[in-house]
């Protein structure tokens, strides 16, 4: 079945059977290494990518429902400015994140941080509550995630003068 | 490792005259909404049904509407939508319900229909819905009709919409309650999970209707209706008889069930019916 739908803000048509998983045809057919694949089940979460502004899990996602829907992974994410933002807070926060996850808690702080410039420290765990990974605390996060809004912040209040 | 495609017929209406021909031609048809329910029941292998209807490409059913007496809500709308939409108008129990399913990932691609039309498995919203007096409205080509949530499934727990049916909208009535509650005590992944449902409006200082309902398990429903006959008109706070009829009252009923019950569970009954009843206050 050929599906048509964009991927970091290019339009992208593959030919796959219309119930491979889309952390499937992600990682196989369009090399976003970035797109961790573990339970699917919707359960650890790394598989996490944008859909339609939307953050979702890819592992639980057929071919089929990506007809026409715009997709972003941390591929895409790195093309964005808000990135340089984003990493130099998790970086000045000391929060180093593992190669499993990082791609979906990025992700992830980017939707939260698009919706609200300022998240309160309950928004913040209701957001990344969805992905499981051990390599750092909580606390270490939601606190690289405020570091991340406040930088944001000061750069868009600057580029506004 | 890697997966098995057994491939289906996949059907992408893009609007709902579509929909229901397709609906038509193949009755038998899975309608996939969110999927995910499906999609995280078979991490191994992928099977669908031979013919599948995706719904996602349809505005029609991806809208809330919203009057003085009612929402209504379509089949596409996801559960963040939901959620985003009705903040402030939903039923607090329902809101509530609504929140603690899954995770933000789940709920931006999950449906409410989905969480209460899926066979074989009672999820967080249908208790809720049931009190609530939500109706369901099922269409197919040439017609439609409305249904209240109670008789969307069949005494043998098949649902009741027929082949070239599906479930297209539902209809959340405002009620103003002056008490709500809705609890999970147990597993977050429902199974071995206690739902527990309370919704009570008073006059003044008297009961003028209570509803409530517990959920095992994500398999049986107690709804004990003699409860709530007997705490109509009663004063609150309640008196610790009144508390100890309608304990003994639950007991009775929890002991006529067909399904087992381990001791456990009933303790766990008792205690959420007792701290409900507890918190009933006159209105200030």
């Known amino acids: 079945m050929k599906i048509q739908f964009t991927l970091n803000n290019k339009e992208i048509e593959v030919d796959v059977p219309p119930e491979k998983r889309l952390v499937n045809i992600l990682r196989e057919d369009l090399n976003c290494l970035s797109v961790k694949k573990s339970c699917l089940r919707g359960q650890c979460g790394i598989c996490s990518v944008i859909m339609d502004n939307n953050l979702v899990y890819s592992c639980l996602i057929p071919a089929f429902f990506v007809a026409g829907s715009q997709i972003m992974t941390l591929e895409g994410l ?62 270490s996060l ?20 | 490792m890697s997966e098995k495609y057994k491939s289906s017929n996949i059907y992408l209406p893009g609007n709902l005259p579509d929909l229901l021909s397709a609906l038509k031609a193949h009755p038998e048809a899975l309608i996939f909404n969110g999927g995910t329910a499906l999609m995280a029941a078979q991490p191994q292998f992928i099977h669908l049904p031979v013919d599948v209807i995706s719904i996602s490409g349809i505005r029609e059913l991806q809208r809330i509407t919203r009057t003085e007496r009612y929402m209504e809500v379509g089949c596409g709308v996801t559960i963040s939508k939901i959620l985003e939409v009705g903040r402030h108008i939903l039923p607090k129990a329902l809101y509530t319900a609504l929140q603690l399913i899954g995770t933000p990932q789940i709920r931006n691609q999950a449906t409410v229909i989905g969480n209460i039309c899926t066979p074989g498995r009672i999820y967080n919203a249908y208790p809720v819905m049931l009190l609530l007096d939500v109706r369901a409205e099922i269409r197919r080509q040439g017609g439609s009709r409305w249904i209240p949530i109670s008789r969307l499934y069949n005494p043998d727990g098949t649902l009741s919409i027929s082949p070239g049916e599906f479930l297209s909208r539902i209809r959340v009535p405002y009620e103003r309650w002056t008490s709500e509650c809705y609890q999970i005590l147990g597993s977050s992944a429902l199974d071995g999970a206690l739902i527990f449902c309370g ?18 398990q994500g398999q049986n429903l107690l709804r004990d209706k003699e409860i709530e006959n007997f705490l109509n008109g009663k004063k609150v706070p309640l008196s610790g008889k009144d508390k100890k009829i309608c304990l003994e009252y639950i007991q009775n009923s929890i002991s006529s069930q067909e399904w087992p019950i381990d001791r456990f569970e009933k303790e766990r009954v008792l205690l959420i019916l007792r701290d409900y009843l507890s918190q009933l206050y006159p209105e200030e």
């Open chain 1, 78 to 139: 790195m093309e964005t400015k808000e990135y340089s933002a984003l990493s130099k807070g998790f970086e000045d926060a000391s929060c180093r994140l593992c190669h499993s996850c990082i791609g979906s808690r990025y992700l992830a702080a980017f939707i939260l941080l698009e919706r609200s410039t300022r998240p309160s420290l309950e928004e913040i765990k209701q957001e990344t509550n969805g992905i499981h990974c051990q390599c750092i605390d909580k606390n």
């Open chain 1, 142 to 161: 939601y606190r690289a995630i405020q570091t991340a809004s406040r930088k944001r912040e000061r750069k868009f209040r600057v580029r506004k003068v």
């Open chain 2, 199 to 216: 919704l009570t409006r008073l006059q003044k200082e008297f009961i003028n209707e209570t509803r409530l309902i517990f959920l095992f």
